[in-house]
Every structure is written in C-alpha cells, then in structure tokens.
C-alpha cells in the first residue's frame, strides 16, 4: 500500500524533485550526474529517496530497457501550495494575514517587489 502523500518535502528529496521538475523524467544516474558534487549523494541514497518519494506520492516510474524513468507525478506549483498550506496551519492558525504580516516585518522587500504585491493585492480583489 502506498504512503500517504505527505504536505511537504525534507531538503533531500526537495534537492532531487528540483532536478525532475528541471529536466523531466530521468533515470537514477541522470538525476545523480545532474546534482551538484557537494554534499555528495551515494547511488544507494539517491535510489532509497526516489523510492520514498514514489510513495509519497511525488514521483512515477515506468521501465525505459534495463533502467527505470523517474517522473514529477506532482507539479512544482502543487508542492509550493501544500507546503505553504502546512506552513499556514502550522505556524499561522491558518491566517494568511497573520504569514503576509511577519514576512512584510521580518524581510527586506525592494521597492519593486514591494509595487507587484500591492498589484497582486489589487487584482485580488
């Protein structure tokens, strides 16, 4: 039976998903050739974390000859929500005010950045 998806992602598998969600589906090798040296990643971990992923509810695979294609069953944009919805519950009583509020006191916005949320705001109206 498989796992239950999980709201979010641990910075392992994140680093991994962020190379499938880069490059489309890829076998273990790719998806190790394609991640940077440091930290390095031993093949055993790389193949355990897709698996776990898989089961999650993250990732497919399907046999390409002797290998197996790992794909992103779940879009980037999917994963940024439920992480965010977690983080809201979590930390905020599920109040976006309250999580706008303490980024706007606690981050330094440019004054561009700071223009596309008040249209952002606006539109959302």
Known sequence: MARKESPTLTES????MNVLWDRGPSTVKDVLDALPAEPPLAYTTLLTTLRILEEKGYLDHEKDGRAFLYKPRVPREQARQSALRHVLSRFFENSAEQL????????????????????LVEEAK
């Open 13 to 16: 598998e994140l680093r991994l």
């Open 100 to 119: 706008v509020s303490n980024l706007l006191k606690s981050e330094k916005l440019s004054s561009a950045e700071m223009k596309r949320l008040r249209k």
